[in-house]
């Protein structure tokens, strides 16, 4: 079963506009969450993380929502630049080892 | 630093070969991740090594074989592989700070493995 789901497959902007991803979950156990960001053969890369504590957290260009009573979280990029291209995967995690994963939404970066 | 390394980047191996992938990291990490990633998916946890022992196998084929020497290093050991098990295999490492709290897993760039 799909506990993380990232409804957009794909997201266009234009450089120097805001990217907004979205998230959501079913799971109320989750208690963290991560955002990644994948390049075509590459491993995925930490991007931002927020605890089940938080509401918000912030880091650079970076921003993480979480709201809770609707099993939902975003991020936030702004402004976008061309190397945001990539596809982002929203992860979750109860307390153990194992992240469950979104499908991913792809971002594309318009000049 | 976050870096987690993996050799080799890419493997084609026959369906008889015996071959095994390696990662290390020297961050100091105590849990240790094998995923496996085919395109436009997301990575599928494989097997996690917590302290160096076999936390986690998530009911994965016996033609790979999970070895974790020390606690810098982790093979994959692949035996008669079939060509549905092309993908990318990507490790992974988090801090496991023993507070029972969820870490961060940081993953190497991958190792590309075509079956043929």
């Known amino acids: 079963d799909q506990q993380v789901k990232q409804n957009s497959p794909s997201l266009s902007v234009q450089e120097g506009r805001i990217s907004i991803l979205n998230c959501d979950y079913t799971n109320s156990m989750f208690d963290y969450f991560l955002w990644y960001k994948k390049y075509p053969a590459e491993g995925p890369t930490f991007l931002i993380s927020i605890s089940s504590i938080k509401d918000k957290n912030e880091d650079g260009r970076f921003t993480v929502f979480l709201n809770k009573s609707a099993k939902h979280l975003s991020l936030h990029i702004v402004p976008s630049q061309p190397g945001d291209s990539a596809v982002y995967f929203c992860a979750a995690s109860a307390d153990d080892y194992k992240l469950s994963f979104g499908a991913g939404t792809t971002v594309t970066v318009r000049a | 630093d976050t870096e987690v390394t993996q050799t080799p980047k890419h493997l084609v191996m026959g369906m008889t070969n015996k071959k095994s992938l390696k990662c290390e990291q020297h961050?100091?990490?105590?849990?240790m991740y094998w995923y496996k990633q085919k395109a436009k998916k997301p990575p599928e946890l494989m097997f996690v090594y917590s302290y160096e022992k076999l936390s986690i196998n998530e009911s994965v084929p016996s033609r790979f074989s999970p070895e974790c020497p020390n606690s810098s290093l982790l093979n994959l050991h692949l035996h008669a592989l079939q060509p549905e098990d092309s993908a990318l295999y990507l490790c992974a490492s988090s801090q496991k700070n023993g507070l029972g709290l969820t870490d961060t897993q940081y993953f190497g760039p991958g190792t590309r493995l075509t079956v043929l």
């Open positions: 961050m100091g990490h105590r849990a």
